[in-house]
């Protein structure tokens, strides 16, 4: 099972990145799948996903608005726009089976510049 991250860079306030994410060697069905980021020194937090159970979206209040989540076969991607310096996080991709552990991406660091 792989997931790659893919998309990461610098970008100044205010302005737009999509992350990608590719999965292999596991299907999505019936699994969560979904974004975290983790900036310094902070704990790792959950910022996007489709449902499991019926592939509903969610979005943490820190991105809503601003964040899409989209999904193309295998693939995952988060558009980012109105980017702030407080988006500056390694993004991370995550597959949750069913059954056993979720599936984690290596990360892509996402840095706004002020």
């Known amino acids: 099972v792989q997931l790659v991250e893919s998309g990461g860079g610098l970008v100044q306030t205010g302005g737009s990145l999509r992350l990608s994410c590719a999965v292999s060697g596991f299907t999505l069905a019936n699994s969560a799948i979904g974004w975290f980021r983790q900036a310094p020194g902070k704990e790792r937090e959950g910022i996007s996903c489709?449902?499991?159970?019926?592939?509903s979206t969610y979005y943490s209040d820190s991105v809503k608005g601003r964040f899409t989540i989209s999904r193309d076969r295998n693939t995952v991607y988060l558009q980012m726009v109105t980017l702030k310096p407080e988006d500056t996080a390694v993004y991370y991709c995550?597959?949750?089976?069913?059954?056993?552990?979720?599936?984690w991406g290596q990360g892509t660091q996402v840095t706004v510049s002020s």
């Open positions: 995550y597959a949750d089976p069913p059954y056993g552990s979720p599936y």
């Open positions: 489709f449902s499991a159970t019926d592939g």
